[in-house]
């Protein structure tokens, strides 16, 4: 039906009165709440009752059918005099001692299940008549389970029929306590559709909607009077407290008092007045609602007494209200009304979407503005909708293979490099954060190093993870400068290259740090790193001012070999170039090494032709997609906090004790240090990163053998001893293999017993290309230069011999 | 049905009124006709471009505004910059007996009482300005100068004084045809052509100084005296369906103009009136009611049409009908152009290539994140200004781009205008408004960045968010809008040529080619007729389809496999842009599919490149 409604506000005096000729009558009901409880004195509880619709206050309350319905031709039925049972509200067919029985079964008689003892909405009004409370929820979806009809005449005349809600809610109040005089505001909410905002059209005006969205600005709070009170400056009387109808006082011109009658004479007491609390607040549509291309609508809405400051900017709610039009005036005494309308929600209900739940104890402190984790959060404020992305969640993590899914989804464009994306999976899940009671604390964040040929899409794998990284901060380690709020441009002189520099740590506090090109990052920058990657926090001196930052950052660095390709017979160390003390913070290091694979390279280059031309692709393997992906690993970092189990913590006790155990060889004598305590914090980290990958709360035996499979995999190819093939953490702690070590320490001990067999002491000094020579002819070995120097020098050290230039001569 | 021709430009409101009583009189009740146009759009529609006479409704902004006759047929071009909300009004209200229809009007005075069963109807309101950085062709494209003398029956009426005329619906009829005189219509003549000399020399201008004149949101407006409007124009009957942000739409409708409104808007504080204060908190809703009327006219929207590549294709050959369509020898004027990008970069004939290819480029496709099919150019090698001046090569690359391309833009990157200037659009809440940037462009501006104008200095916060801003444009084509409490990415698609002294490490472009100036004999300077073919050229190529047949496809991903197994640097990035050069250099001999040779060119090209790559 199309019901242009006036809002009684837009009205001018002239049009109002005659409106108010085609009124129904009042229900002798109404007329008892109405008037009766209005002659009080104390009005603060009566004002507040009716500021909630201005359409009724402003009418003076005598009576709510004052809504016109002009445009339905053929059902006006109303009854034009007093005092008949039998009456309608205005221009409809809805009979006003029906619907108000409906009313007193449905408060009477609702149940939430047919065992209860009490109806459910009596126990609600004994409760808020014993707290004194004056609001009653109303559930609509209890409402239209009990009665359809009574439901949909509260959608579509909500200015009629709340207000008999209230009078039956009163009812009710003064049958259990009948000395109650406070007036019960009845609060629908929980439509069964809410509205989205920008479907709203002209035919909801003045019916109940919902909506949700996010406020987006608050005004202050605006007191209005309610009931004015007058006092005489003559004869100090004061009349009764004065109604405020349609927005105005009527302000007594002459002293009522007979004996007085001063004209003019009175003077509004402003203490005295009674106002209620309302104020302005503007909605806007939340981004998944918006279109693409499209800006976001917003809707003013009126929010009256405690629903006053209960939402912030930023908030997001839903709100049950009737939708009003209000006709735009050009001057304020103006009789003709303008053409022009603007359109506001007067609330009846505020719901919070309850964000504290999705945010609990979040270790990530997640970052508003940070598009990649908006997605979850912003995906729907209604509890039901998160309620059901949470348990589609969960759904996921059930998967019998949600590791290997999980590993695909994580950029999918690249292939293989499987062990890496786990890698990878695994520092976005992280561990957990241990607090000792003693307050030391170990971190949960992972750190991973990827080394590489050129062109193995390591680049694009940092990009990925910045993607979905929580407080991602990609950046280049050319150029980048650990600690600096501000960046500074600066012009490289040689090769006129403009480059910046970014404080990316501390930006990227609770999140991860992509650091590209960390081989070309400044020996500056990198020493500022220790410190980050195990206390998590960066010092800065300034002005005689050491503060300290946190930075609890992951880092995920990515490195070019020194040559621009890796060579595998150099270790890592001589690959990257990077200290070795940086190097054995990464909990993870990998080498991305491009074999030439043709089979590779052709399902690239099919990839990408199919990209460019859009040709049919093979089927798609199965991964989620990158907001889900996002969402799962929020959810995880969140709410999935694992501890060890007892067997898995033996697992990973006695992985590393293997892994340590390893260099030992049968019956060798050598010993080679295969792990560092600091790698069985990394199995730790790594398996509780893996329970999270699975939402479990405990860290299993699997997990456990997952992580010590990982570490491995990442340690035998950062770490295997070229010489020997064994894992040698000493290669990463130190730069020089055990193996390497004792090829040394036999150089030395064979050119001692060299030059204590050439050179008797006090012999003239010797040129180091014949002690090369003579090496070399005793040696099996080849012997190179430098080693020999590196020896000699050694030797020197001890005052075995001494060197002058490339002469060595016997001490 | 409907009046006399002359009576859809002079009077639209009197053939929108003989069509509302005419569905009035078939109606039953108000809701036969609330939801419909009564044949409105249909007639205006049918007369416009049925009889081709859409591009002879005089046009706001080429022809001065307040010679424009108030309730008159006028049409508006530009691009969407803000979406405001819906507008609710009184549509249609009864007096004595009879029904009248505010519709196609700002605002009316609506009688009160009883018997006027007033109808509410909405309508969007969409704030647009004037197409940011659209280059002098394109406006003579849209407005060609000749038709406003020759076609004298429906040449503006001047308005007898813009203001003073009556504005009630019986104004328009009082509107018969004034005495439009001589001389005035030179007059407007000459204002038209001293516009648009000064938009040519704004357009040129460094946009360094980053002011803008925020109120009136325009994008690109920079300082100077541009005397270009933006409008506001009100949307009925859902013809804004399929509009999104930053479309290029023509609307045409009437011109309203109401200073009532905006001159009083709402009343301040009054002291007896307690709603005085409600109804301010408000204000902020009327966003409309706030800006001037006389600053940005109010089109009430009849039709519109959305500008696309195939407007400019269909609207280009009237302009100069001497290029012939379809075009012939499109390999001569394929060279012609190349020739012409030779001589303004230098005598370079390699970067000519890659100038061509990148001029052709768009984003035709996105997979994921990935906008294929861009192709941003970044050429070294290129000589600052001189004192803040931007590099003369800029200069004269931006202004052959603006002969040939429809919209461009120079954006010279100094540190001052990157810490100054806004570049991503953000809400402003509280003015309830999009404040514009200078990203928020159309689809397919041409943006000149030039790099060499940035001194070393530090960057503060804006700055900051300024080139992050730039280079998620560049590796994604995307913008992403500031709403305060979120981001919203939009699609871009913004080519982008990037001009500096050695590699740009801050603005990853998808080509790198040092500039190379070789000596050779310039060859004569280009006509108008040159570039008119050469844009034509450039359109048509650009909104060509393009396929790939399977044979060459094998040919391709064999040739991709060799090369990376010859050089294992190759990675996806540089296939990618293999690809995507092949594609547009196919498009560029105007081929809808790929051929072998053309494939052989782009691995010529890049091999030329490479090395020169590796030289530098």
Same mark, same amino acid.
């Given at each position: 039906?199309?019901s ?6 837009g ?26 409880r ?6 603060t509880t009566?004002a507040?009752r ?7 206050a ?20 109303f ?10 509200v205005?221009g ?6 029906d619907v ?6 449905f ?7 047919p ?33 359809? *009809?009574?439901?949909?005449k509260?959608?579509?005349y909500?200015?009629d ?11 009710e109040?003064?049958k ?11 609060r629908?909410?929980?439509l ?5 905002m920008?479907?709203?059209?002209p ?7 919902s ?11 605006i ?7 007058f006092?005489?400056?003559?004869c ?5 407290m004065?109604?405020?109808?349609k ?15 001063a004209r ?13 609390n309302k ?7 939340t ?5 693409? /291309?499209?800006?976001?609508?917003t ?10 400051d209960?939402?912030?900017p ?9 939708f009003?039009?209000m006709?735009?005036r050009?001057g ?9 309308y ?9 719901k919070?979407a309850e ?5 609990a104890?979040?270790?990530?402190e ?22 059901a ?7 996921i993590s ?6 290997e ?7 999918p464009s ?9 890698g990878l ?13 003693? /307050? ?6 992972m ?5 590489g040929d050129?062109?193995t ?12 990284a929580p407080?991602g901060?990609y950046?280049?380690?050319r150029?980048s ?6 960046a500074?441009?600066?012009?490289d002189?040689?090769t ?10 501390v930006?990227s506090?609770?999140?991860?740090c992509?650091? *590209?090109?960390?081989?070309k990052?400044s ?8 410190e980050v ?16 930052l ?5 880092v995920l660095?990515?490195?070019?070999p020194?040559g ?20 054995s ?14 089979q ?7 990839h990408l032709?199919?990209?460019?031309y859009?040709?049919?692709e093979a089927?798609k393997?199965?991964a989620?997609?990158l ?12 709410h999935?906090?694992?501890?060890l ?9 006695n ?11 049968p019956?060798?004598?050598k010993?080679?240090i ?7 914090e ?10 999270r990958?699975?939402f ?5 035996r ?5 992580a ?8 035998q190819?950062?770490?295997t001893d070229?010489?020997? /093939?064994?894992?040698?953490m ?9 193996s390497?070590r ?14 204590a ?6 012999s ?5 290309p014949?002690?090369l020579?003579d ?7 080849d ?6 120097r ?7 050290g ?9 002469n060595?001569q016997?001490? | 049905m ?20 005419k569905?009035?009189?078939a109606?039953t ?9 009564w ?7 049918? +007369?416009?471009?049925?009889r081709n006479?859409?591009c002879?409704?005089p ?12 309730n008159?047929? !006028? ?5 969407v ?5 819906v ?12 029904w009248h229809?505010t519709? +196609?009007?700002? !605002?009316?005075?609506?009688p009160?009482g009883?018997?006027?069963?007033p ?7 969409l704030?647009?300005?004037? %197409?940011?950085?659209?280059n ?17 029956a429906?040449?503006p ?7 003073k005329?009556?504005?009630?619906a ?12 001589a001389?005035e219509?030179?007059?407007n ?5 001293d ?6 020399s704004?357009s040129?201008?460094?946009a360094a ?5 925020l ?7 920079a300082v ?10 009100? !949307? ?9 942000l930053?479309?290029?739409?023509e ?6 103009f109401d ?6 808007g ?5 002291g007896?009136n307690?709603?005085a ?5 408000f ?10 009327a006389?600053?940005?006219p ?8 959305k500008?696309?590549?195939q ?5 280009l050959?009237?302009l ?12 001569q ?16 004939s390699?970067?000519a ?13 996105r !997979?994921?994140?990935?906008a294929?099919?861009k ?5 070294t090698?290129?000589n600052?200004? %001189?004192?803040?001046a931007?590099?003369?090569?800029a200069v ?11 919209r461009?833009?120079?954006m ?7 810490n ?5 659009p953000?809400k402003?809440?509280?003015a309830n408004?999009l ?11 041409h943006?000149?960045l ?5 001194e070393?200095?530090?960057?503060n ?13 560049l590796?994604?084509?995307k913008?992403?809008?500031?709403f305060?409490f979120y981001?919203m ?6 080519p982008v040529?990037i001009?500096?002294q ?17 000596a ?6 280009p006509?108008e007729?040159d570039f008119?073919?050469?844009?034509l ?29 010859e050089d ?7 296939f ?13 001999y105007?081929?809808?599919?790929l ?8 691995r ?6 490479a090395e ?5």
């Amino acid at each position: 039906m199309t019901s242009p409604i006036f809002h009684r506000r837009g009205e001018t005096p002239s049009s109002a009165e005659t409106r108010r000729n085609g009124r129904v009558n009042t229900t002798p009901a109404s007329a008892t709440r109405g008037g009766g409880r209005r002659e009080r004195e104390n009005g603060t509880t009566t004002a507040r009752r009716r500021s909630r619709s201005p359409s009724i206050a402003n009418s003076g309350y005598s009576s709510p059918y004052d809504m016109a319905t002009p445009g339905t031709p053929g059902t006006p039925i109303f009854n034009q005099d007093g005092p008949t049972t039998l009456s309608y509200v205005w221009g409809t067919n809805i009979n006003v001692p029906d619907v108000t029985n409906a009313i007193a079964r449905f408060l009477q008689n609702y149940r939430t299940s047919p065992e209860d003892m009490e109806a459910k909405y009596i126990q609600l009004i004994e409760q808020a008549t014993e707290r004194e409370e004056d609001t009653l929820n109303i559930d609509a979806s209890n409402v239209y389970e009990h009665d359809p *009809d009574l439901y949909s005449k509260i959608v579509r005349y909500p200015l009629d029929i709340i207000p008999l809600l209230d009078v039956a809610c009163l009812e009710e109040a003064v049958k259990i306590k009948p000395d109650y005089e406070k007036a019960i505001e009845a609060r629908p909410f929980n439509l069964r559709e809410s509205v989205n905002m920008r479907d709203l059209n002209p035919s909801d005006i003045d019916k109940l909607v919902s909506v949700k969205g996010m406020v987006i600005r608050c005004s202050s709070i605006i007191p209005e009077i309610k009931e004015a009170f007058f006092r005489c400056l003559v004869c100090n009387h004061s009349p009764k407290m004065l109604q405020v109808i349609k927005g105005r006082v009527e302000e007594p011109t002459r002293c009522e008092k007979p004996e007085c009658a001063a004209r003019n004479s009175l003077a509004l007491i402003h203490n005295r007045c009674t106002f209620a609390n309302k104020q302005i607040v503007r909605l806007q549509e939340t981004p998944d609602a918006i279109p693409e /291309g499209e800006t976001p609508h917003t809707v003013s809405l009126c929010l009256y007494n405690t629903m006053v400051d209960a939402a912030k900017p930023g908030d997001r709610i839903e709100v049950t209200g009737v939708f009003k039009a209000m006709a735009v005036r050009v001057g304020p005494n103006q009789r003709t009304l303008k053409s022009l309308y603007k359109t506001y929600i007067d609330c009846v209900h505020l719901k919070k979407a309850e964000k504290s739940r999705m945010q609990a104890e979040d270790p990530l402190e997640r970052n508003r503005e940070s598009d990649n984790y908006a997605s979850f959060h912003e995906g729907d404020s209604s509890d039901a909708a998160n309620e059901a992305k949470i348990a589609k969640l969960k759904e996921i993590s059930k998967l019998p293979h949600i590791y290997e899914l999980l590993t695909r989804s994580l950029a999918p464009s690249i292939w293989e490099l499987e062990d890496i994306k786990k890698g990878l999976l695994c520092q976005l899940f992280g561990g957990s954060v241990k607090k000792l009671s003693s /307050g030391a604390s170990f971190r949960g964040d992972m750190n991973v190093l990827l080394v590489g040929d050129p062109g193995t899409s390591k680049s694009q794998l940092l990009q990925y993870v910045h993607k979905i990284a929580p407080r991602g901060i990609y950046t280049s380690g050319r150029g980048s400068s650990a600690v600096g709020l501000t960046a500074y441009v600066a012009k490289d002189p040689e090769t006129r290259e403009t480059v910046l520099e970014s404080g990316a740590l501390v930006l990227s506090d609770r999140g991860i740090c992509c650091i *590209d090109e960390f081989d070309k990052m400044s020996d500056n920058a990198r020493s500022m790193l220790h410190e980050v990657m195990e206390q998590q926090t960066v010092s800065v001196a300034k002005a005689g001012i050491i503060a300290t930052l946190n930075a609890r950052t992951s880092v995920l660095a990515c490195a070019n070999p020194s040559g621009s390709r890796y060579n595998p017979r150099l270790s890592v160390i001589d690959n990257i170039q990077l200290p070795p003390t940086l190097l054995s913070r990464f909990d993870l290091i990998y080498l991305v090494l491009d074999k030439p694979d043709e089979q590779n390279d052709r399902r690239l280059a099919r990839h990408l032709v199919a990209l460019h031309y859009e040709v049919p692709e093979a089927p798609k393997q199965e991964a989620l997609d990158l907001p889900t992906l996002t969402a799962y690993i929020t959810y995880a970092r969140q709410h999935v906090h694992p501890t060890l189990s007892s067997e898995a913590a033996d697992d990973l006790v006695n992985g590393y004790v293997t892994m340590r155990r390893k260099g030992n060889f049968p019956g060798s004598s050598k010993k080679v240090i295969t792990a560092t305590p600091r790698q069985l914090e990394s199995m730790i980290r790594i398996s509780e990163a893996l329970a999270r990958i699975r939402f479990s709360e405990v860290v299993e035996r699997c997990d456990a053998a997952e992580a010590v499979r990982l570490l491995e995999v990442a340690l035998q190819q950062s770490a295997t001893d070229h010489a020997t /093939g064994t894992i040698d953490m000493d290669l990463i702690t130190t730069g020089v293999s055990a193996s390497e070590r004792t090829r040394r320490t036999n150089l030395i001990v064979a050119l001692r017993t060299l030059i204590a067999e050439k050179l008797p002491l006090g012999s003239p000094p010797v040129k180091v290309p014949q002690l090369l020579e003579d090496m070399r002819k005793q040696s099996t070995v080849d012997v190179s230069l430098q080693d020999l120097r590196n020896a000699l020098s050694s030797l020197s050290g001890e005052g075995y011999v001494s060197i002058h230039g490339d002469n060595v001569q016997r001490l | 049905m409907g009046g006399p021709p002359v009576d859809c430009f002079r009077n639209p409101a009197g053939a929108v009124r003989v069509l509302f009583d005419k569905a009035c009189r078939a109606a039953t009740s108000p809701a036969d006709f609330t939801r419909s146009d009564w044949g409105v759009k249909e007639l205006f529609e049918s +007369y416009l471009f049925g009889r081709n006479v859409h591009c002879k409704v005089p046009e706001i902004n080429s022809v001065q505004l307040d010679s424009l006759p108030v309730n008159s047929l !006028v049409r508006f071009r530009g691009m969407v910059q803000d979406m405001f909300d819906v507008e609710y009004y009184i549509g249609a209200y009864k007096e004595g007996g009879d029904w009248h229809t505010t519709k +196609y009007m700002d !605002v009316a005075d609506v009688p009160t009482g009883q018997d006027t069963e007033p109808q509410m109807w909405d309508r969007r309101l969409l704030y647009c300005v004037p %197409v940011p950085g659209e280059n002098e062709w394109v406006k003579e494209a849209f407005s060609p100068t000749d038709g406003l003398g020759a076609t004298a029956a429906i040449r503006p009426l001047v308005a007898v004084q813009g203001e003073k005329r009556p504005r009630d619906a019986e104004g328009a009829e009082d509107m018969d045809a004034t005495m439009a005189c001589a001389d005035e219509l030179i007059d407007n003549k000459r204002m038209r052509e001293d516009a648009s000399s000064s938009a040519t020399s704004t357009s040129q201008e460094v946009a360094a100084a980053a002011v803008h004149t925020l109120d009136l949101n325009m994008p690109l407006n920079a300082v100077g005296g541009n005397k270009l409007v933006p409008c506001l124009v009100k !949307v009925y009957d859902g013809l804004d369906a399929d509009i999104k942000l930053n479309d290029i739409v023509e609307f045409f409708g009437v011109l309203t103009f109401d200073p009532e409104l905006s001159a009083v808007g709402f009343p301040q504080a009054n002291g007896a009136n307690i709603d005085a204060e409600f109804e301010s908190a408000f204000i902020e809703d009327h966003v409309s009611v706030l800006l001037p009327a006389s600053k940005v006219p109010r089109l009430q929207c009849i039709t519109l049409r959305k500008i696309s590549q195939q407007t400019l294709i269909s609207t280009l050959p009237t302009l100069h009908p001497g290029v012939p369509v379809p075009l012939p020898a499109i390999e001569q004027i394929r060279q012609s152009l190349l020739d012409c990008l030779r001589n303004v970069i230098g005598g370079d004939s390699l970067a000519a290539e890659y100038m061509l290819l990148h001029l052709l480029s768009q984003v035709h496709t996105r !997979v994921d994140s990935m906008a294929l099919g861009k192709l941003s150019l970044n050429l070294t090698g290129c000589n600052p200004g %001189v004192q803040g001046a931007p590099s003369p090569l800029a200069v004269s690359a931006s202004n052959t781009i603006a002969k040939l391309l429809p919209r461009s833009h120079l954006m010279p990157l100094s540190l001052h205008s990157l810490n100054l200037a806004s570049i991503a659009p953000r809400k402003d809440y509280a003015a309830n408004r999009l404040m514009t940037g200078m990203l928020q462009l159309a689809e397919g501006t041409h943006l000149t960045l030039d790099e060499t104008a940035l001194e070393a200095g530090t960057l503060n916060a804006t700055g900051i968010q300024n080139l992050a801003s730039l280079k998620h444009l560049l590796e994604w084509q995307k913008v992403e809008y500031d709403f305060q409490f979120y981001k919203m990415e939009m699609p871009a698609d913004l080519p982008v040529l990037i001009l500096s002294q050695a590699k740009s490490r801050m603005l990853p472009a998808d080509a790198v080619v040092p500039l190379m100036s070789t000596a050779t004999p310039a060859c004569s300077t280009p006509d108008e007729l040159d570039f008119a073919k050469w844009r034509l050229y450039l359109t048509m190529a650009r909104d060509m389809e393009h396929t790939l047949q399977p044979s060459i496809l094998k040919t391709v991903e064999d040739d991709l496999v060799a090369a990376r197994q010859e050089d294992r640097t190759l990675g996806p990035e540089t296939f990618h842009r293999w690809l995507t050069m092949a594609r547009l250099m196919a498009v560029s001999y105007m081929e809808p599919t790929l051929l072998p040779e053309r494939w052989r060119m782009v691995r010529d090209l890049e091999f030329r490149c490479a090395e020169r790559l590796r030289c530098c």
